[in-house]
């Protein structure tokens, strides 16, 4: 099932809406990539609220969209992470920590309009 | 459908497997007694141990149980088994960060992390078994 990637002003939001296979997140990865390019988008937010498991695959794959994008001079932010699926992620020993996160879609944008300066970020 | 108590079979051939043996998982896990976040990590914990199926055996069965103790505690569990290459060093690939397959090497020692039993039989060319169960916390 593919992700559905908004554009919003300067920032795209790919909103995940039910479970992905690993060809989904490869996907993802390919679109968010192109989109960013394609619109010159200075962040992403990845909505990851609806996916009750995050594993290896899953993480590392977000991982690398941040790492990705970030070396095209746009920020990812991934929102949404789950009490559970934050648990269990710690407990798998993921490395989180270099990539970017906010409670919910809201806190995202205003971290990533907090990075664009005032009067600069998406109305 | 089989009757809850039975043993469920999910062949697991592609990434769509995966996915479905870990909701499958869920839907057993939530008659039981076992708290939200215990069927998250059992669920994430099938994850690994299915996609080592895709990723080193090409295809393989995930095979899901009640099971009880002898103080009526029960549990989910589940055997995630293939015919693939086995492994050759199992100590080894039990360790983070080791990986023969491209990945983080999180797989088998992550889903150990995440369920309170945890059994691997595997030999080369013999195929690969694992065994998880997490139990109810309530008896």
């Known amino acids: 099932m593919a992700v559905p990637i908004l554009k919003q002003g300067p920032f795209l939001i790919a909103s995940i809406q039910a479970a992905l296979t690993d060809t989904d997140v490869l996907q993802l990865r390919d679109d968010v990539m192109s989109q960013v390019t394609r619109h010159r988008s200075r962040g992403i937010i990845v909505d990851v609220t609806a996916l009750d498991v995050m594993d290896s695959f899953v993480s590392r794959s977000l991982r690398g969209i941040a790492m990705m994008t970030r070396l095209r001079g746009a920020e990812t932010v991934i929102v949404g992470i789950q009490p559970e699926v934050a648990f269990a992620m710690v407990q798998l020993g993921m490395n989180f920590e270099d990539v970017q996160t906010a409670l919910d879609l809201e806190e995202g944008l205003l971290l990533l309009q907090g990075r664009e300066g005032p009067g600069d970020g998406a109305a | ?139």
């Open chain 2, 1 to 139: 459908m089989p009757p809850d108590t039975g043993e469920q079979r999910i062949a697991i051939e592609s990434d769509a497997d995966v996915v479905t043996a870990r909701q499958r998982a869920r839907e057993l896990a939530a008659g039981l007694e076992l708290t939200s976040t215990d069927q998250t990590l059992l669920a994430t914990a099938i994850s690994e141990v299915a996609r080592n199926i895709t990723t080193y055996a090409t295809r393989g069965e995930v095979l899901l149980s009640i099971v009880r103790d002898n103080g009526g505690r029960e549990g989910i569990r589940v055997i995630a088994r293939d015919q693939g290459p086995g492994i050759e060093d199992i100590d080894r690939a039990l360790q983070d960060g080791y990986t023969s397959g491209g990945g983080l090497g999180l797989g088998l020692p992550g889903a150990r992390r995440l369920v309170d039993e945890f059994d691997i039989e595997s030999a080369p060319s013999q195929g690969t078994t694992v065994t998880l169960v997490k139990w109810s916390r309530v008896r």
